[in-house]
Each structure stands twice: as C-alpha cells, then as structure tokens.
C-alpha cells in the first residue's frame, strides 16, 4: 500500500482525563484508503529533544471532513509536546503504514481494548458497523477518568466497560468481565492494548474455536522495516511489527 507524507493542520487538540489526548486533524489533500489497525509515524514539532518520529495508532478515520484523529497518552518529551501544538497549527504525518485487521466472514465478533491500547479501537468499531457488524466491545481501564468516548462506541456496537477500581462498570481486569464467563459465540476477536493483557486473552480463547487477532505495541523507530528495533519471533520466523504487523493472528506468534 502506497506510504503518504502530509502536513495535516489541527483542527482540534482535546485535553482529556488520565494524560489523553485526541488530536483531529484535516488532511490537506484526498485522504488515502487507511484500514483498521493502519499507524502514522508523527513528526514532533517546537522541540530539539525528539529526533525519531513517534508511531500513534489511526484512532479514526471521517471521510466527509478528510479528517483522522489519533489518541495519544503523554508520557514523555515527545508527547508532551505535542500538547502544545494549537488549532490551525501543522503536524508532519507519514501514514497509513503497517497491516491492518482483516474483516471475518462470521457474524459475531468481540472487541477488547485496554488502557491506552484502545487506540486503534474506535476505527476498527466504525468500520465494522459501516460493513454491516455490530460487535460487542469492552474495554478495560484502571479508573473511570481513563474511559473515553463511551457515546461514540455506543454508536457502533454493545460497550461493556468494567474498571480496575470498580468505578464504572463491572470490576477488575478485562479478562475478568463476565463476558468471558459465558459461552462464547465469537468466531473472531479483536484486542488491542498492552502485551501482558493480549496474552490473557489469548489464553482464554486459544483451545476454542476462535481466531483471535491482536495489535502489537512493540517499540518503533522508523515505521517502515529499516531498524529492526520491533521484530516479534513468529512461526515463519522473525518479523517487522511496523510492516508485517502490528496485526497479528496469535496463531502466528512463536510463544503465544
């Protein structure tokens, strides 16, 4: 898939509770196919500290205002920077790079998102609801100020949230939502977010009859298979989490 670089202008930089942030941002030419899962490598600006750009998932994708947005966490130099940067201001993208997830033929399918790994989530609902899906989601979190767009989700499929502290939803850990107490009707599962919860889930669903497919976070430097600084071992040996992933199919991962 053909790699873009744009200088997209921010139309909105929304603080959010729990060190998040959305930026929406307005391309300046016809937006490119981006699936589900797809990530932008970002540029940083108004800083000397941040050399490498930093990869953000395409948190969504609206076609009628040529617009992305992307979810971001501020945890160091690089996004604290970008915590300054204002409406009307440019942002430097490369995108859509990576592997995004592939639709199932099955009917059912299980969303699952954790922390700041909900990321990619919000697209991959919107688009399955656009192709005629309407999944159930959950996502997991350690407190209620860290839940986001529950209204949007709710839009595209069933939201179940439950929350480390109890604070909305049911709690405890997302592998420990009653969902996953049930007999399962999905065929295929979705998860995204940190890798200690992905093998949980996997751990659950691995002797079912259930593909499930998980976005990797694994470090990146340049987005596009040059450094090798984010190789997963796999069963056809080493790959790229930025150009073979960061989709995966667990069934792919040497260890899962």
Partial sequence: MKKFIH???????QQLSGNHMIFDLLCPEPLPVIEPGQFAEVLVPNTSD??????????????????????????????????????????????????????????KVLLVGGGCGVAPLLFLAHRLFDSG?????IIGTRTADEVHETEKYEQYGNLHLITEDGSTGEKGLVTHHSIFKK???YKTVFACGPEGMLKAVNNILKDRDT???????NTMACGIGAC?????????????????????????????
Avoid: M
């Fill in 50 to 107: 941040v050399y490498l750009r930093r990869p953000f998932s395409i948190h969504d994708v609206d076609v009628h205002s040529n617009s992305i947005s992307l979810f971001i966490k501020i945890v160091g130099t690089g996004t604290k920077a970008l915590t300054t940067l204002r409406e009307g201001e440019k942002l430097n993208l490369v995108y859509p790079l990576g592997q995004g997830f592939h639709f199932p033929e099955h009917e």
């Fill in 228 to 256: 090798l600084c984010c190789v997963v071992q796999t069963t056809a040996g080493h790959r790229c989490v930025c150009t073979d992933g960061p989709v995966f199919n667990t069934k792919e991962l040497a260890g899962w």
């Fill in 133 to 137: 899906y309407h999944a159930d989601i």
């Fill in 183 to 185: 007999e399962l009707p």
């Fill in 7 to 13: 200088d997209f202008t921010v139309i909105r930089n």
């Fill in 211 to 217: 593909e499930v497919f998980v976005s990797l976070e």
